[in-house]
């Protein structure tokens, strides 16, 4: 059964960096079959893209944070990345990680993880 | 990209019908067959109901179908039930190179 855990710290001061780790245990993430990605919901609020991981390393960023935002993938502990720079309160939200097996929908979700950007 | 435009919320009775709608444009709802439903509890993660436009995952109740037509998809909830009750977000992307874009969400409510 794929599962997929999103880690880190709750909490990240403004102007610092976010950084997510997704575990992925039931299915590699070298896998030709998938793609894996980054979604986020501010409190209240509808669901956000942030990005795509390919199996072959390429990504795709959401136009309104690529300049922020940095995903990658370490294939041997079947983790891959969320790094958002200079971070403000708007970055505020539940952080998903996902798989998607075709680029055009996700079909497993982690359970979430809350990040508060405040000093 | 702009969000898919959904209603903000929808109700009814149980063992009604429901239907949610999604609008976007020729460059993603009405241009290609890459819509897919998502269903959120709250304080839960989305889970995906429809993928494709009208297929569903395994395991999926099969009173939650999808349909589209021009630049409008839709999901329709028949046999509304109380577990029901929930966040639903449509969302599209044409593949590579181009955003995954979900729509604004819709409460639906049973009376």
New interface residues.
Partial sequence: QLQLQESGPGLVRPSETLSLTCTVSGDSIRSSSYYW?W?RQPPGK????IG?IYYFGRT?Y??SLKSRVTISADTSKNQFFLELTSVTAADTAVY?CARLP??????Y????TLVNVSS | QSALTQSASVSGSPGQSITISCTGTNNDVGGYNYVSWYQQHPGKAPKLIIHEVSYRPSGVSNRFSGSKSGNTASLTISGLQAEDEADYYCGSSTGTNAPYVFGTGTKVTVL
């Avoid at chain 1, 509808?46 to 893209?49: A, S």
């Fill in positions: 990605g979604i509808g669901l956000e893209w795509t795709d959401n136009p998903y075709t680029l055009t929908f996700f079909d979700w982690g359970q979430g």
